[in-house]
């Protein structure tokens, strides 16, 4: 009961940052528009041409790292968070005048971020996951992890984990793992022979 409202209380602060992203997407687009008509008004503009590119810059970049913001609202990731800092870094390098100094290390740091992306991350690293009783249908078990899990008509989660596991000729024991498309299934506790609690950890990608 208490894994149950954890996941409840889980998905309801989700949906608030939903709505946190809504609020953003609008405002992003009020902004968008505005930077459209100073767009447009250019051939009125007072400024010189290069006050007038430094300030068009540093307000489409800030957009820009507003709308990567949204996207890791909504897709809790490493991938998006990185996403955000690249467009940051990127926009302190491209809008500021710092030194040749400031500039190699923002360009060292997108290096760095884009190393971390290609040979840090795997499919698992951002999931989440859920821990149920091996007595618990499939069907239930599926619903309460918001996942897919094709079983038989009111086949147990114990005895679906003991039949993949005996088909892939892996032991049953604790911390034995199956893996159907982007969901893991690991045994997380064991009474005797019998599978007392499986843990379903699902990607989020």
Known sequence: MRKFLQTSLYEISFYVEIVI??????VLMSLTMRLLVGAVDLWTAT?????????????????????????MLCKHTSGTIVEVLLFAVARQIVV?????????????????????????????DDSNNIILRGSQKVQIAGILARVKLPNK?????????????????????VGSTIYIKDVALRVDSMRGDQITRVEIIKSLY
Do not use: C, N
């Open 21 to 26: 992203s809504i609020i953003l997407v609008l």
């Open 153 to 173: 008509k009111g086949e147990l989660l114990r005895d679906f984990m003991e039949r993949h596991l005996e088909e892939e000729d892996k032991s049953v024991a």
């Open 47 to 71: 400024q010189t041409i290069e006050d007038y590119l430094q300030t068009f810059l540093t307000q489409a970049m800030t957009i820009a790292v507003g709308v990567e913001l949204i996207k």
């Open 96 to 124: 500021s005048h710092g030194t040749a100094l400031d500039t190699l290390l923002g360009v060292i740091a997108i290096g760095a971020l884009f190393a971390t992306r290609k040979y840090l991350f795997t499919s698992f």
